[in-house]
């Protein structure tokens, strides 16, 4: 039953071997992912004018959403890497000199890929929700934040926060806004307007927790109904205008439900067809992209032990970059085919990893 861990030492110099580079694989696989969205991130500094330090926990966000998918990839690059180098130099043969077989030599990436798989899982469950739901916030915040470009001097503006916003003048140097004319009607059966000598908008910042005030001074605000008519004064008035609890208030993407919030979601009986698909879709997404780390591990080992050419190590990066190539293909199709309805949803979330397995079974075979 133990005859796999007839070597721990050799095991041992594999795992650790694998580990170096399966990091590397994580740091090399997240680079290239922000890089896909490197434009619209240097957009809100260039154009936008958001600070570096927000930028940066962007990233940060974006990175921790990336891990579920990143894991697998690293894994799989780690392998061929680190079993490619073993066979070009010969310690392959060694060890089977010793009389280990491919299943000793091969026992290390397994341990590996189920600590990954593991690792994949959870994170896909817990941490890469949050990391996505945090960016969404994040950007959420930004666009509402934008809008305040949208106030021209001289003209009505309606997409401000829901409100119709005039200045007679705007200041380019402060941003005050002079002789203001505002009509509020966020609050339909009592909607308010708003007349002022200036205002500014302001941007209050408490660590991650952030508010908007349009703030008035020396003005009127005029409410009326069917009723009556109220008429009050005011030296300084603050419009709400949004705050980080109303953001966070607003529908999750399905990339932001946790386990528990897929769980209850699907379980309800309130989702539409589509709503249903893309969700079950998601769910499935999970576990499949966990169970890859397993055969994208025993892949690696298939592959890197039957390497034996001088330049294993770029045939490694080679064959990794192609393996994932063609996995993403199949993930993106499957799931598209999942949401639109084409295939069944938990059949379309599979897919990739099915004929991915088919592959690992079709060499293993070969093998022996």
Request: aromatic share 12%; glycine share 6%; hydrophobic share 50%.
């Amino acid at each position: 039953m133990f005859d796999i861990l007839k070597s721990p030492r050799a095991t041992k110099y594999i795992f650790f071997e694998m580990l170096p580079s399966f990091i590397l694989g994580v740091l090399i696989f997240i680079f290239i992912l922000l890089m896909f969205q490197a434009l619209r991130l240097t957009e809100f500094v260039l154009v936008h004018g958001v600070q570096i330090e927000t930028v940066a926990r962007m990233m940060g966000y974006l990175s921790i959403s990336f891990l579920p998918v990143i894991l697998p990839m690293s894994l799989l690059f780690s392998v061929l890497l680190t079993y490619g180098r073993l066979s070009t130099d010969s310690e392959i043969v060694a060890f089977k000199a010793l009389g280990l077989n491919l299943k000793h030599i091969g026992f290390p990436a397994l341990v590996l890929s189920l600590l990954v798989a593991i690792f994949s899982a959870q994170t896909s469950f817990t941490l890469a929700p949050w990391g996505n739901r945090q960016f969404e916030v994040l950007i959420n915040r930004l666009q509402q934040m934008k809008a305040s470009a949208t106030i021209r001097e001289g003209v009505f503006s309606e997409g401000f926060f829901n409100l119709v916003v005039y200045a007679n003048e705007i200041d380019k140097k402060s941003g005050v806004l002079k002789k203001v004319f505002i009509y509020d009607e966020r609050n339909p059966n009592s909607p308010l307007t708003i007349i002022a000598k200036e205002g500014e908008l302001v941007q209050n910042s408490e660590s991650l927790k952030q508010q908007s005030l349009l703030t008035l001074r020396s003005g009127n605000i005029h409410k009326s109904s069917l009723q009556s008519y109220t008429k009050i004064d005011f030296e300084t008035y603050n419009i709400n205008l949004f705050d980080d609890s109303e953001i966070s208030e607003r529908s999750k993407s399905p990339l932001s439900h946790t386990y528990k919030d897929l769980k209850v979601a699907l379980a309800s009986g309130k989702l539409t067809p589509k709503q249903h698909r893309s969700l079950t879709t998601e769910f499935h997404r999970r576990w499949a992209l966990a169970v890859a780390c397993l055969i994208f591990a025993l892949l690696g080992v298939a592959f890197g032990t039957t390497t034996n050419k001088r330049a294993a190590k770029a045939n490694g990066v080679v064959l990794s970059i192609g393996i994932i190539v063609f996995y993403w293909i199949f993930y993106v199709v499957g799931l598209s085919l999942g949401k639109t309805g084409v295939l069944p949803p938990v059949l379309a979330a599979w897919i990739p990893t099915i004929i991915f397995g088919g592959v690992l079974f079709i060499l293993t075979t070969e093998m022996k």
